[in-house]
């Protein structure tokens, strides 16, 4: 299919595809291999420090992460395929986060401290991670976007006021852009989807 064959960008909220719950992903070959370098390059480009599939507009269980955001810390550099939080433990912390699907909004978020998490990596090999602080964190807000789940849906009813502004600016900001063609009719998007997941789920 050659809509996999654009590079890719990151789509902001509220573009239709961050509400996308996506299929698990059936083969790994060179297309996903060069997907998964796109999505590294454009987190580290945007200092983020995680970023899943539904971000670039693409409807496959697969986040990359990297707690550091640092390219040069390979130690800290996940590719997951079809991740599942596995186990929660230790308790919960509330701590701030934000997303690149959400430039420049921050709010607190409590999320358990420790999760395992199981998925396979780029060579198909089973991973199994225990992962705690900022990389939990990191994970399981990946993990949320293959389900189509948002950080501003987890946030308290006090701190969902608090953005509520911010995010009416953005959905009229988006659907300026729709309605110039900037980005395609939510039919479209949805239509494009259906393709790549028929191709690869
Ligand atoms: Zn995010």
Same mark, same amino acid.
């Given at each position: 299919?050659?809509?996999?064959l654009?590079?890719?960008?990151?789509v902001k909220?509220?573009?239709?595809?961050?509400?996308?719950?996506?299929k698990?992903?059936?083969r790994?070959d060179?297309g996903l291999?060069?997907m998964?370098?796109?999505m590294?390059?454009?987190?580290?480009?945007?200092?983020?420090i995680g970023?899943a599939?539904?971000?670039v507009?693409l409807p496959y269980?697969l986040?990359?992460?990297?707690a550091q955001s640092?390219?040069?810390?390979?130690q800290?550099?996940?590719?997951?395929?079809?991740p599942?939080?596995?186990?929660q433990?230790?308790g919960?912390e509330?701590? *701030?986060?934000g997303? @690149?699907s +959400?430039?420049e909004?921050?709010a607190?978020?409590?999320r $358990?401290?420790t999760?395992?998490?199981? %998925?396979?990596?780029?060579?198909?090999?089973?991973?199994?991670?225990?992962?705690?602080?900022?990389?939990?964190?990191a994970?399981?807000?990946?993990?949320d976007?293959?389900?189509?789940?948002?950080f501003?849906d987890?946030?308290?009813?006090?701190n969902f006021?608090?953005?509520?502004r911010d995010l *009416?600016?953005?959905? @009229?900001a +988006?659907?300026?852009q729709?309605q110039?063609?900037?980005? $395609?009719?939510d039919?479209?998007?949805? %239509?494009?989807l259906?393709?790549?997941e028929v191709?690869?789920?």
């Amino acid at each position: 299919m050659s809509w996999e064959l654009a590079p890719v960008q990151i789509v902001k909220y509220p573009h239709p595809t961050l509400r996308h719950k996506s299929k698990p992903l059936r083969r790994i070959d060179s297309g996903l291999k060069q997907m998964v370098d796109e999505m590294l390059d454009l987190m580290y480009a945007h200092k983020g420090i995680g970023l899943a599939a539904n971000q670039v507009d693409l409807p496959y269980r697969l986040i990359v992460m990297n707690a550091q955001s640092d390219p040069k810390a390979k130690q800290d550099e996940h590719v997951l395929i079809n991740p599942v939080v596995l186990q929660q433990k230790g308790g919960t912390e509330e701590k *701030e986060e934000g997303c @690149l699907s +959400f430039p420049e909004l921050y709010a607190p978020v409590r999320r $358990p401290v420790t999760v395992v998490v199981g %998925a396979y990596d780029l060579s198909g090999l089973e991973v199994n991670l225990e992962l705690s602080g900022l990389h939990a964190r990191a994970v399981q807000h990946e993990c949320d976007h293959l389900d189509g789940v948002l950080f501003i849906d987890r946030l308290s009813p006090a701190n969902f006021l608090k953005v509520k502004r911010d995010l *009416e600016d953005m959905e @009229l900001a +988006f659907s300026g852009q729709q309605q110039r063609g900037q980005i $395609p009719e939510d039919r479209l998007i949805a %239509a494009r989807l259906s393709a790549l997941e028929v191709a690869r789920t």
